[in-house]
């Protein structure tokens, strides 16, 4: 009678290395895509951000009535911004100014009390009553910074906005840091100082 052949001590064990080798690497490929994604998501809740707050400026700026933060005809970059707009802004009243707000937008930090980090405001300042409203556009974990830019050679009431921003992990290729910059026209008045 003859016995079938079985596997080695030795074939068993170069099996199981194998198997073991094969699992880490579909375990290190799944986390390597996770992580990816998470990065890839924290990118787009950024970029999300920084359009809603460039659109929000846009809306703003684009019914200003009087500018409170003159740049310099030579060109200069400010990180706080100050208009006076229509409350109302899809109700442009050019010429009556009793239907306007105060808006500055400008990093605050800290961005709330007892808390690290800042965040880009949108500060409304009611002038009747002298009360401020401050609404998030960039939230304080992403550290967000901004400029608003007069460059030479532009028309002047043309404004470019630069926010920056940082994210905690960077997906391959790209770094963590996430820049959108926007060009925005103001229809009544100028940026420039009159100088």
């Known amino acids: 009678m003859r016995i079938p052949k079985a596997f080695t001590l030795v074939e068993l064990l170069i099996a199981i290395i194998i198997l073991m080798m094969a699992v880490a690497g579909v375990m290190g490929m799944s ?14 809740d950024i970029q999300t951000q920084m359009n809603f707050a460039l659109e929000d400026m846009k809306l703003h700026f684009m019914s200003a009535a009087r500018v409170d933060t003159l ?4 060109g200069e970059t400010a990180t706080s911004f100050t208009v006076l707009g229509e409350k109302d802004i899809y109700t442009i009243t050019p010429n009556i100014t009793t239907d306007n707000t105060g808006y500055t937008y ?17 500060r409304t300042i009611d ?22 830019i007069f460059s030479v050679g532009n028309p002047p009431n043309y404004l470019i906005v630069r926010i920056t921003a940082k994210t905690k992990t960077a997906p391959v290729g790209l770094t963590n840091e996430v820049l959108r910059e926007e060009g925005i026209r103001l229809w009544f008045v100028d940026i420039v100082s009159p100088n």
Request: net charge negative; charged share 25%.
């Open 31 to 44: 986390v390597f895509a996770v992580l990816q994604v998470k990065s890839q998501m924290e990118r787009a």
């Open 71 to 74: 740049l310099d005809a030579g």
């Open 106 to 122: 400008m990093v605050r930090t800290p961005c709330y009390a007892g808390q690290t980090g800042n965040c880009l405001i949108r």
């Open 127 to 148: 002038p009747v009553t002298s009360v401020q409203a401050d609404e998030v556009l960039v939230d304080a974990r992403f550290e967000p910074k901004v400029e608003f």
